[in-house]
């Protein structure tokens, strides 16, 4: 039995080397990165790993070389000189007021100025950093190093709310601009975060800073690679897989379905996410563990706010430009969607510099999908777990009645405001709904000016739909037959229904349906 002992949510890493936790071996990209450079930017998911990197820097420049005994630093390094180091961790649980981020800053450097003095007359926060940053240097001899985890949080947790997020912009960016004018007393600073805000607004100040979110010799900084994987945990590979009675091969396939597939940049290597994989070897089950620890409702209020088709997730296609910079008042949600980690680079178009995103695993784009439902259909997020395992008995038993009323359940009460985007509405609605419902049943979703075709296969049954918007369900029955959808499946010995369906812009609803059903002899 391996007697390896899991690091869930533990982000210090004198922590994890003193009390023995697992441990994949970073620090020889941490070598190479401090040896090439000065300031750095890192933008990666929650739970990816960002704040055990800036521990890691931390016991790195505090001198503390018996925690990198038997890792890569230990070889590597040979002056291990201590400098005095001033780290900032913005993820504070609400902002909600322009006094909360400087309260939260202002307790931060309570602490330094405690340990290295401080001027009494200096006033702003970007003052009082200025001053801390050079006596630092002066008492210890050694030039500082800076350390900011989350320094997006105030950002994104003022989406929406314009005022207070130019607020906390100009702040921020006044405060991170300090680092430049005081280069001379800086050895090294790093700044992490989910996303990044535009170089136009926080970082504008700092504008010599690295960004190495999309460069591919850093691409597993965070995060675990299949290399990684192996290398570290084969043994608990095999125990996992005998715990689930199957074999080697298959839990190592469910496992990169489940877990790997983010792409950092084009032609990088799938890292898997460090939260999840971790928790399922320590558990030895597969589970949403990522989406457990909460997906922020930020990211649904931006896809409604800008009318976005969510028919297009699943196929987006953006420039590097856009993934790599978030602007407020820009109307694309996907530069945040991406670099929140619900969405991934799935391919590249080097004539043209074009990404192509798409969810990077099933326990992303289950969960996400299943966390838009009650968003957007009328059910709350306590019954829509149990709605679609409805939804998919009923499939699965030929119940198509039950399906369609249970449907209809789904568009009662649509906000009248809707009504402007009702089409849209409509389509992301049977979207999400066929999306969780094709987890369980094979499905295939097209759409194309205000209508659907759908096909839903399960072991008995086939099911051919066409939906239209304020036309009738006999149009739609008749365009299943005019353009013979159900061709493909001549020789198919399960039942097949052709349903035509119409949704009515006045009720906002499924308005009515009409079944064939094709018995094979």
């Not at 430049?180 to 996303?195: C, E, H, N, P, Q």
């Not at 691409?219 to 590979?237: A, R």
């Not at 080697?248 to 290597?269: A, P, V, W």
């Not at 194309?448 to 369900?473: C, H, N, P, W």
Request: proline share 3%; with cysteine; charged share 25%.
């Amino acid at each position: 039995m391996s007697n390896k002992i899991y690091p869930i949510g533990i982000q210090n890493f004198e922590k994890i080397r003193t009390d023995g936790y697992f441990y994949v071996d970073k620090t020889a990209l941490i070598y190479q990165m401090v040896k090439t450079g000065s300031y750095y930017f890192l933008s990666r998911p929650r739970r990816f790993g960002k704040s055990l990197l800036i521990s890691t820097l931390e016991a790195y420049f505090s001198g503390k070389k018996e925690l990198f005994a038997g890792l890569a630093m230990e070889k590597l390094e040979k002056e291990w000189i201590k400098h005095p180091i001033i780290h900032l961790d913005l993820n504070a649980k609400k902002f909600d007021t322009e006094d909360d981020l400087i309260r939260l800053v202002d307790r931060q450097l309570l602490v330094y100025e405690s340990l290295y003095g401080s001027c009494s007359k200096d006033e702003t926060i970007d003052d009082r950093f200025v001053t801390l940053i050079r006596l630092a240097a002066e008492k210890t001899g050694q030039r500082v190093v800076i350390l900011v985890d989350e320094y997006d949080k105030p950002m994104l947790q003022t989406i929406g709310k314009d005022a207070l997020q130019e607020e906390y912009r100009n702040t921020l960016k006044a405060f991170y601009g300090v680092m430049k004018s005081m280069d001379g007393y800086i050895k090294f600073a790093m700044l992490t975060g989910v996303t990044k805000f535009g170089k136009v607004s926080v970082f504008s100040d700092l504008n010599n800073l690295d960004d190495i979110s999309m460069w591919n010799q850093y691409i597993n900084i965070c995060g675990i690679s299949e290399q990684e994987l192996h290398d570290n945990l084969e043994k608990e590979l095999h125990e996992f897989a005998d715990n689930k009675n199957t074999t080697y091969d298959e839990i190592c396939k469910e496992l990169r379905e489940c877990y790997d597939g983010y792409h950092f940049t084009h032609n990088s290597i799938g890292i898997y996410n460090p939260f999840s994989l971790l928790n399922a070897f320590k558990r030895k089950e597969f589970g949403n563990y990522w989406f457990e620890t909460g997906t922020p409702t930020y990211l649904v209020e931006l896809l409604k706010k800008h009318h976005y088709n969510l028919q297009r997730i699943t196929h987006e296609e953006t420039s590097a430009e856009v993934l790599n910079s978030i602007d407020s008042t820009s109307d694309n949600p996907i530069p945040v969607i991406y670099q929140s980690g619900y969405l991934t680079i799935k391919g590249y178009d080097p004539e043209f510099g074009i990404y192509r995103l798409g969810f990077p695993n099933r326990e992303v784009e289950e969960g996400f999908v299943k966390f838009l439902l009650p968003f957007y259909a009328n059910t709350n997020a306590v019954e829509s777990p149990f709605e679609i395992q409805k939804f998919v008995r009923e499939v699965r038993s030929g119940d198509y009645e039950s399906f369609f009323r249970r449907l209809q359940s789904f568009f009662a009460d649509t906000p009248y405001e809707l009504i402007r985007d009702l089409e849209l509405h409509y389509q992301n609605v049977l979207f999400i709904v066929f999306k969780l419902v094709g987890f369980y049943t094979k499905a295939e979703y097209h759409t194309s000016e205000g209508r659907i075709d759908l096909v839903l296969q399960t072991d008995k049954f086939i099911y051919i739909m066409e939906f239209k918007l304020d036309g009738t369900a006999e149009e739609a029955m008749q365009q299943i037959n005019e353009k013979n959808y159900a061709q493909p499946f001549e020789q198919d010995e399960r039942k097949l229904f052709k349903i035509g369906v119409n949704f009515s812009a006045k009720t906002r609803n499924i308005e009515k349906w009409i079944v064939e059903i094709n018995q094979k002899k």
